[in-house]
């Protein structure tokens, strides 16, 4: 499993208003390219969130479901991307420092990327969830100028 943890500089609340926007999804998370839906009970349980992932024409429609909502502290999600599998994102929201602290954990469940995963591949996974975690922050906090 790969974990990140970062704080961000705004409410948990504003935090949560862009997890609970389905319509941000793909302003936040690494090699997403565009919503195509998203069901009107985002993010409760069961709810359906459509996304597109790679360079047009190449695109792969794929789809991520909530698993556990706790607002304004947990949002479990299944992750479809193919071709690489299913993935389990688990993002933890807790007040810090007059801020929010969030935690992600990624677990590949299904496919190449469950049947790959090791050092290596997590390695990639917590790069990538960095920076996933660091547009987080540029959306919550509503930035005017970029961060270093």
């Known amino acids: 499993m790969a974990t990140n943890t970062r704080h961000i500089d705004t409410s948990r609340e504003a935090v949560w208003d862009v997890l609970s926007n389905g319509w941000t999804f793909s302003n936040w998370v690494v090699g997403n390219s565009h919503v195509r839906a998203v069901e009107r009970d985002w993010p409760r349980v069961g709810a359906h969130l459509f996304h597109a992932s790679g360079p047009w024409p190449l ?43 969030v935690t992600m954990h990624e677990t590949p469940i299904a496919g190449p990327g469950k049947w790959l995963h090791n050092p290596a591949t997590e390695a990639i996974l917590v790069r990538r969830n960095t920076e996933t975690l660091d547009r987080l922050a540029a959306v919550a906090e509503n930035r005017t100028e970029p961060s270093e």
């Open 59 to 101: 695109v792969t429609r794929d789809e991520t479901i909530v698993e556990k909502c706790q607002p304004h502290e947990l949002l479990a999600l299944l992750v479809r991307g193919r071709p690489v599998g299913e993935a389990r994102v688990v993002l933890e929201l807790n007040d810090e420092n007059g801020g929010c602290r």
